[in-house]
């Protein structure tokens, strides 16, 4: 009867230890194939931002926001000489966010953040506008929201712009957003 007792313990501590082998086994399996999906989910995420980083960002020597701001001004990055298509399209990302500051302003927003992401065909950049320009154009175009047809207001955010445009080396058109335009329909109306 021992006997049996102890061939049934050996029987039953192989099984055992046979499966712990086969769990670990198959441990050793999830981790390798775990390891194999984060290794290629680092180099899919490695390609997808060099290839959005050579679409938006390379024109612009991978600055972005402030730093874009202060380079294209001319006080900061010295080094970097942007080419004319790079200043064209950082004139057009200043007009869509001084655009949607006055859209913002439009609907009673009173204080807004200095940065703000700006869609293009190319792709997203971060935009960057000093907070006095913010706060005046919030201001005059709150007041050309609540009178359409306030010169003062008008000329006001003219000369922001104007000047916007004068410290990024920029010629600004005699109507860069159209507001005289509408003023001019009114009048012959």
Do not use: C
Not at 36 to 43: I, L, N, P, R
Not at 72 to 82: A, K, L, P, S
């Amino acid at each position: 009867m021992q006997g049996l007792l102890l061939i049934t313990a050996i029987f039953t501590t192989a099984f055992l230890i046979f499966g712990l082998y086969q769990l670990n086994q198959r441990v050793v399996r999830i981790e390798v194939k775990k390891r194999q999906m984060a290794s290629a989910k680092v180099a899919d995420e490695s390609v997808f931002k060099k290839s959005t980083s050579e679409s938006s960002d390379d024109i612009f020597n991978d600055l972005e926001g402030e730093e874009l701001f202060y380079a294209m001004v001319g006080e900061r990055h010295q080094d970097i000489i942007f080419s004319d298509d790079a200043r064209k399209r950082f004139e057009l990302i200043v007009r869509k966010h001084i655009l949607e500051v006055l859209e913002r302003a439009k609907q009673g927003e009173l204080t807004l953040d200095s940065d703000t992401t700006i869609r293009t065909l190319r792709g997203a950049v971060n935009s960057w506008l000093p907070q006095d320009v913010i706060g005046q154009l919030l201001t005059q175009g709150g007041v050309l929201a609540d009178n359409p047809k306030d010169e003062s207001a008008v000329k006001a955010i003219q000369e922001i712009i104007d000047n916007l445009y004068a410290q990024l080396g920029y010629q600004t058109s005699d109507d860069l957003l159209g507001l005289k335009e509408d003023q001019l329909l009114d009048t012959t109306v």
